[in-house]
């Protein structure tokens, strides 16, 4: 029987250098390798589910058997001109904007689904990176809720718990994870985290320096709600809009003072009922020795 | 192109985080769109239009690179006397025969000589041909040197009739405004290309075009592609690095079946298919094939080099080398010919393999209504494609049209082998053979189509083995002795690339092109892939990675011709053979060594000096001066102005599609004249405008592919990761237009043209805006093509409301513009969905 | 004019309106584990206070109360897993970070106490032992009645994470107006009703009722309790059963009828407590808007 908190398993010496992802969501071509790659590698069961008009969005969103998801968001020039200027804008659709950006498990440093989960199936391996062991999962579904992302869910097939596992079973083998692998634009980079996080920094500048003041990083700041998160992305947009939280934050982090209400409130349990009883009890003898002048 | 090529893409992705403009020019606003940095919205069927008024830009502002242009172009050549352009004749050309509804090409040649073109339709008897233009090599230098003589050349470009002034003349009226008022590209956003590409061209730049099917499906598609061929060639990015127009081809490759064409006018290596009126001997035949300038000159010894391939011994120097056993044409024998002569009972069998027309090919139904009349058909696919099930599942059979006890049709379905599972080679878009091995063996019955051809070619000799009709010796002399390797004898693909790339006297691989003979020594499959197995290495099969070698990477894989990168690599360098700029040099003349030297192999004589002058009465590519970069043309010049092989006018002109919601703008003349029209009861076309029952379809069709699925779909509408992701039939249109026709996100509609009417979800997006071309408003109804009746996932085809009116050069369909009506809800079924096409029409 | 946008792009919150983050996908089976687990913990707690201050006939039916509580509680829990045969792997590592791994070593040390308890007092054998296990099962049981809040708390779920600080006190009343009210039950049955348990019975409702409207209003903007339908369904039933159920325990008097029925009131009522802060927490975490609102507070 292990005790273990938070900083688990990973950081010994011997540990490889920590990596992760940096998607450059500005060459995404919304081509969905990534997603089908993921699928193939993993051996992720795939549902048609229709059409959704989110775009050219079917998947929606990131649960126990899509680990890689393409969001689409068409921005409209949206103009609100004379009908005579109206069309001829419209017209040049090139001042619209289809944001394409690929999401993933961010491997968080103070991963939340880790931390919550009580049965030690979720750990930090080697490389830094967040897993679960299915072996180990008993599917009570804590990670779920957990998770600031909303990335984890749990598969109604097998009752368990599944994400993104960065491809554990390639960086065994010293393999590029298959999405990276698959990306034909080189949005998805993969490599040491350190090395990523300059990389972005650059990227930025250049295109900053390049008059687009739309982009931003997102999950590139070590200090961050969560610790620092192990896949980062350069958007076009608010996170929001790409359906990420603006500020994420690993609710572990507030563990300290929701014990200590919990133990407040378990003690003034104890404490008003031992006054009952013994108010009570102080009554019933005081009425005895009523009776006795 | 990042929706169909993606990973091709990359290199577009790696040169714009390198500075590169990207333009791209489609009517919606597409995955390609999304990352681009200029998105130019164009009304389907007008590139012609867009594309000239940019020459028109070009040529007003003397943005062209002139000394490329005079050096390596026919711009200073003069055209006879007798042309009339299409701007004095209302949008025709001179030579118009309204009794053959096609043009004599006569009067535009080049005045006092006939050359010959280098590639094109030969498809009538009647090829231009006459007096040897060997002469004219000479005139044409002594025309360069002695500024006295004009007569036929004018390096000044000023002389009215020369190619240069006639362009000028020609482009004049695509102005921007007419730019805006026929593809509906406002005026702010064609100055914004113009520069572009203006900018980037000249000695220290150069800019390129991509294009696919967008250029090439209209009944102007090889039109469309000259006039790109124009403007590069003006703005001098042809032949140099950075430049030139790349086509992306289709299929897997689909660039490999028109090298080895599976094209029924022309032999491996763009050698013309044999015409019955060409005469019966291989003299008669070259004479009328082949030019006497350019490496056209080698002809024979490809032709003969060819025969002794297919025909071994059996070829000999007494019997024309087997020249008597090539099969003839006659006339069109195209794809949609081949489908009219079904329905008119012309033509009996019909071998599908490795296509899907019953959803793939434009007008299906016709397509499918023909299959019902053949007597036998044989689908060799991976699952029951809706080719081979028509005859029980299909609209018309849905619709009463068809009766599966009426048809006739013995249908043999029949399992092939997946890439996967055979050996081989692709020749891709840069014209680059790329080897893949068997990865695993294939199932079951399913074998490779090499095994199939190798068997049936087997049991149809044996049949006729004790034959004595000597129409059955072509097939009996056939060399058909290929090795055959694995658990189910599969032919050996190396040994069929050996053939391809031929063998000497003595059986050794060849290594060049150059060592092809007309005197039967030397055997060649496809003259344009000899060398492919030089030295007996498998060239193709080279996988050294780019990091590893320079930057043109020579080593991976292997291109045509003589695993040359660039085309025409000769015009890289100036007159005198030195780069035209530090920054853009790739081959260059070398004093020293007194050769052509540089990043890539040249694409000229190795030692051919740049001032060579032939001398008078010179032949072959002797007859090409040290100037002469574009070998492959007769006159080794690029040609701006086509003075033969083209069915449609020396120069590119806007014609409307043939189904247009509006009037052409630019000329009287509405449609392309030359364009094949199929005027028959399965292919009603709708009224043009002024026509009674215009207003009946008064959106523009167009249709297109999606990245998740792929073509006629049975290869991804069978794969549940793709259906997952592109999971039902959809069509796009704009907010406008579904306030219009109150069409609802995510509802149905029914989309009806003069053949069909098909179902499909809407999708409301801003992808597709109606364009203005001035006062009007175009609506557009954009379709993707890949749902038909099989599969996972299963939905109306496109194809079925597409009508057919071809390319005349090459034949090929209209996909992209057409017209047709929308709206609200499902289609009828049955009988009732018959009836609802019928009322429509007027 | 303004050109209609297009429905294929997000104009709705968020991303398409899609959950930013994840809701829970707890039964209400949970909700149910929640309620016997106070039962039992509370129960546990009034069965020693009862015990130390020698009522031992009310000692004896809170120890009944406390198994009432107990025995469900586990099948509960596992019938909620996605792999019950896994359940044992709970106990598999000692987890600070994990609310939900140190309430079942809490239940670990509770079951044994308070059944030991149980029986021995049944038994009528060993009185200081049975005080000593009895005191362990009070200490345990009262924090079985509040880790549940600090379960749901530590999650992203914003209507949850945002209560913390009053959860536990909602969880904690309503705990101990179940018990009262359970043990009214079983004192009625066997005589009259014991009035300690009805006064903690009553009083464990009303407060559960203060404390859960000062936590909604605690949670302002962030609170589902009112725009969510079937929660605030949920929490108004709840109300009206606490309040009137302890109101009945009182006004009941002998009469063991009224005494069940309001006993049944105030028992349903936490319940309904515990279901309502589920389907808040569903609505919470499927709204992206809400989870917009909470990151985006000072
Ligand atoms: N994922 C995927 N990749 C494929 C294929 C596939 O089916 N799926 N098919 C392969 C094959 S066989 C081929 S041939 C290629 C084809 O590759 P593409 O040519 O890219 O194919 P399309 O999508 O048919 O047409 C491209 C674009 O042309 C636009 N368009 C329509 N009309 C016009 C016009 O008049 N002018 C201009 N400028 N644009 C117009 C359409 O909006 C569409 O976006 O793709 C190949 N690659
Ligand atoms: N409306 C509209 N129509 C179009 C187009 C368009 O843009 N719009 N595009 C046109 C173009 S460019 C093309 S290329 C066509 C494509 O249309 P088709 O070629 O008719 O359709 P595909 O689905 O590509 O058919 C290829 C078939 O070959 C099978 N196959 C794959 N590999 C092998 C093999 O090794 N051996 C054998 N025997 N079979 C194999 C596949 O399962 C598939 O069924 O569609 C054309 N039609
Ligand atoms: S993103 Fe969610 S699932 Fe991934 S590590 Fe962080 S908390 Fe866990
Ligand atoms: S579901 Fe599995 S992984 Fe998630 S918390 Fe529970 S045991 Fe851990
Ligand atoms: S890293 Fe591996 S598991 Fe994670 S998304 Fe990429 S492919 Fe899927
Ligand atoms: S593979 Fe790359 S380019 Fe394609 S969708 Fe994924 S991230 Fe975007
Ligand atoms: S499908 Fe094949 S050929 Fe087409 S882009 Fe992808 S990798 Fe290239
Ligand atoms: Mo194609």
Redesign the pocket.
Known sequence: MTVVDHQDLSVDASAPERVGFFTDTTVCIGCKACEVACKEWNELPSEVRGLTGHSYDNTVALDATHWRHVAFVEQPADVAVPDALADQLRAQASSMVWLMSSDVCKHCTEAACLDVCPTGSLVRTEFDTVVVQPDICNGCGYCVPACPFGVIGRDDHSGQAAKCTLCYDRLRSDRTPACAQACPTDSIQFGPLKELRERASQRLDELRGAGDHRARLYGHDEDDGVGGMGAMFLLRDDPEVYGLPPAPRTTTRDLASMWKSAFTAATALGVSIGAVVSVASLFTRAGRSGKRP | ?A???PVGFQWVMEAKRRGATVIH????F?RTSAVADVHVP?R????IAFLGGLINRVLDTDSDFREYVVAYTNASSIISDDYVDAEDLGGMFSGWTPSTNSYDDASWAYRDRNVEASSGNRDDGGAATGERAGAHGGQHHEGQHDEGQHDTDDPTLQHPNCVFQILRRHFARYTPEMVAATCGIPRELFDRVADAIIENSGRERTGSFCY????TH?SVGVQNIRTAAILQTLLGNIGRPGGGIMA????AS?QGSTDIPTLYDLLPGYIPMPHADHGDTLEEFLDSAAADTGHRGAMASYTVSLLKAWFGDAATEDNDYAYGHLPRITGDHSTYQSILGMLDGTVDGFFVLGENPAVGSANAGMHRRAMAELAWLVVRDFQEIETAAFWYDSPEIETGELRTEDIATEVFLLPAAAHTEKSGSFTQTQRLLQWHDKAVEPQGDCRSDLWFFHRLGQLVRHRLARSTDPRDHPVLDLTWDYPTEGPYDDPDSEAVLAEINGWGPDGSPLSAYTDLRADGSTACGCWIYCGCRADGVNQPRRRRPGNEQSWVAPEWGWAWPANRRILYNRASADPNGVPWSERKKYVWWDDDQQQWVGEDVADFQVDKRPDYEPPDGAEGVEALAGTDAFIMQSDGRAWLFVPSGLKDGPLPTHYEPQESPIANPLYEQQDNPAMQRIDRPENPIAPSPGEPGHDRYPFVL?T??V?E???AGAMSRNVDRLNELQPEMFCEVSPELAALQGLRHLDFATIVSPRAAIEARVIVTDRIAPLRLGDQVVHQV?VPY?WGSKGQVTGDSANDLLGLGLDPNVHIQDT??QVCTIVPGRRPTGAARRRLVEEYRP | MTVATSTGSSSTAGYYGQPIVAPHVWEDTIGWYFFTGGLAGASAVLASAADIAGKQRLATHARRAAMIGLVPSPLLLIADLGRPERFANMLRVVKPTSPMNIGSWLLAVFAPAAGGAWILGELGRLPTSTRMLGLVGAVTGAVVTTYTAVLVTNTATPAWHEAKGELPYVFAASAAGSAGATVTVLSAMSGRPDPIAVAVGAGGAVAEAIASTVMQRRLGDLSTYHSDAPTRRLDRLAKLLSIGGAVGLVAARQSRLRTSIAAAAVLTGSVCVRLAVLRAGTASASDPASVLRQQQRP
């Open positions: 192109m929706e169909n090529h020019v489609d009517p919606r597409t164009i389907p069927g007008t590139d696919a099917v967008a250029w209209h992306l081809r289709g299929h689909i167009t297109y592919r990245t699925h792929h073509t954009g890949h992209k513009s």
